[in-house]
């Protein structure tokens, strides 16, 4: 059975960090993309960032590039997404997901595979 599971979520005060990990199992995700994206209340799922098997690609969101940083360990099968300089903005649930295609992609119906999700609370 295929498995992500997301954990690291919390609440931080506004310009602090949080690191979120996604433990993946069930089947070789090395190959995959891994993408994370979130969710408030009442709107869609959002983008946040992708990253390619290799790791080599890279793709963020215009509202967190240079802010957030996406890595793995794929001996591990888990993909981590380092937030610093958190906004109220950042509020959400973050989800994990897979897509087993070569370049990062930003849509939602690109990956196969997602998470239960984290939440992630910026208090101003």
Same mark, same amino acid.
């Given at each position: 059975?295929?498995q992500l599971v997301?954990?690291? #979520?919390?609440?931080? %005060?506004?310009? !602090?960090?949080? =690191?979120?990990?996604? /433990? @993946? ?9 891994? #993408?994370?994206?979130? %969710?408030?209340? !009442?709107?869609? =799922?959002?983008?946040? /960032? @992708? ?23 794929? /001996? ?29 992609r930003t849509t ?6 997602w998470g239960q ?8």
């Amino acid at each position: 059975q295929v498995q992500l599971v997301e954990s690291g #979520g919390g609440l931080v %005060q506004a310009g !602090g960090s949080l =690191r979120l990990s996604c /433990a @993946a199992s069930g089947r070789t995700f090395s190959n995959d993309v891994m #993408g994370w994206f979130r %969710q408030e209340p !009442g709107k869609e =799922r959002e983008f946040v /960032a @992708a990253i390619s098997g290799s790791g080599r690609a890279t793709k963020y969101a215009d509202s967190v590039n240079g802010r957030f940083t996406i890595s793995r360990e794929n /001996a591990k099968n888990t993909v981590y997404l380092q937030m610093n300089s958190l906004k109220p903005e950042d509020t959400a649930v973050y989800y994990c997901a897979a897509d087993p295609t070569i370049w990062p992609r930003t849509t939602t119906s690109a990956y196969d595979y997602w998470g239960q999700g984290t939440q992630v609370t910026v208090s101003s």
